[in-house]
């Protein structure tokens, strides 16, 4: 980029932001879905399997586990199954990032515009109320089944973008994934890879691929 990026104070006029593993240390939680749903079939979970529904989503992550593995439930029974599990678990169990909330709050009352991008599902997000209150911390809430495209794929942004009245060159995107952080920025987004929990996070390719790297968000000064 042709002038340095502030996160604070803001040098852009609007932000898309991830949630799970960049706002919430939620790849956890997913981890034990995941793994639950493997056992009941007797499918060995792996890293590689672990990286690829990161990418996919709900939708894409039960169309592959179908075609790759056999699985003979309906594409609409496995994304039902991974949201009831997955909603009791985030009712119960998911608080935001240290300094997360608090950068949010910094930016809507500085006047930048707030988008949340996820691959959740509606019922997910709805079951951390009021643990972590998603409606009033953004201005609008897009979830991947909206736009029915993976996140190698950049529409799940421009619809964000959209909502929030943004041009993506003046929008930044939040994000600690390749494939997310990629797209974004082949659609003309400012991007902000993020360090998050997990540990086969490929950071070095992060910090390649986007224009920013944040390790975490209590590293902003808010002053």
């Not at 709900?58 to 179908?66: P, S, Y």
């Not at 935001?96 to 599902?121: F, I, K, S, W």
């Not at 996140?151 to 929030?164: G, M, N, Q, S, T």
Request: hydrophobic letters at 40%; aromatic letters at 10%; a negative charge.
């Amino acid at each position: 980029m042709s002038n340095p990026v502030s996160l604070w104070p803001a040098s852009f006029d609007y932000a898309i932001f991830d949630f799970d593993g960049t706002l919430s240390a939620t790849e956890q939680l997913w981890e034990k879905v995941d793994r639950a749903f493997f056992s009941s079939r007797g499918i060995e979970y792996t890293p590689a399997v672990h990286q690829t529904l990161a990418t996919l989503g709900f939708t894409g992550g039960a169309h592959w586990v179908r075609e790759e593995f056999g699985v003979r439930d309906s594409v609409k029974d496995i994304c039902d199954e991974w949201n009831r599990m997955g909603a009791a678990l985030y009712a119960s169990e998911t608080v935001l990032r240290p300094g997360a909330e608090d950068y949010l709050r910094a930016l809507r009352a500085a006047g930048v515009p707030l988008a949340l991008a996820t691959t959740n599902d509606p019922q997910v997000l709805a079951s951390m109320e009021p643990r972590v209150r998603v409606r009033e911390l953004f201005d609008a809430v897009v979830c991947g089944k909206e736009v029915g495209k993976s996140k190698d794929h950049p529409d799940i942004y421009l619809e964000a973008a959209r909502r929030i009245g943004a041009d993506p060159a003046r929008t930044i995107v939040f994000e600690d994934i390749v494939a997310g952080t990629r797209s974004a920025k082949s659609a003309g987004f400012i991007t902000c890879a993020v360090g998050c929990t997990d540990p086969l996070q490929p950071v070095e390719t992060l910090r390649a691929e986007a224009d920013l790297w944040l390790e975490g968000w209590d590293e902003i000064p808010l002053g």
